[in-house]
């Protein structure tokens, strides 16, 4: 008999981000999957503007975070492993396009360099 702390019915995990390792046919119980990623260990979490088209990433996904002005002659990834923890509504911009706001966990010299040049010009996501 499974307690009332696990799953009984796929649709109760259907679109779910495992916490942890799941192995088939392992029973599934509340604390295993949830609706959003938790940040991982020694990162903090930004909402950056991008200039990429943010409708195909998921919370759970790994990016890089890449600056599309430059890095002072040097490779412009800002974030080799941003994880995307939540993506918001698209707001007209002062320019009347929509932009959207996602949110990533990173590495807090990866979120600064992010703050930093995202005043400066574009920031891309690039699928991992």
Known sequence: TVGSSYA???DEITGLIAQI???VNDPISTHMARDAPLPP???TVIEVRLASN???LLPGDSVQLVSAVGCAGEDCVLAE???VMAI???EASS???NERQVSFAMKPHAAAAVMELQQA???VAVMR
């Open 88 to 90: 918001g509504e698209a």
């Open 54 to 56: 943010p409708d195909d």
């Open 8 to 10: 009984t019915d796929a």
């Open 121 to 123: 010009g574009a920031i």
């Open 41 to 43: 260990t020694g990162t």
């Open 95 to 97: 320019l009347g396009s």
């Open 21 to 23: 390792d799941i192995a």
């Open 81 to 83: 492993e941003a994880l």
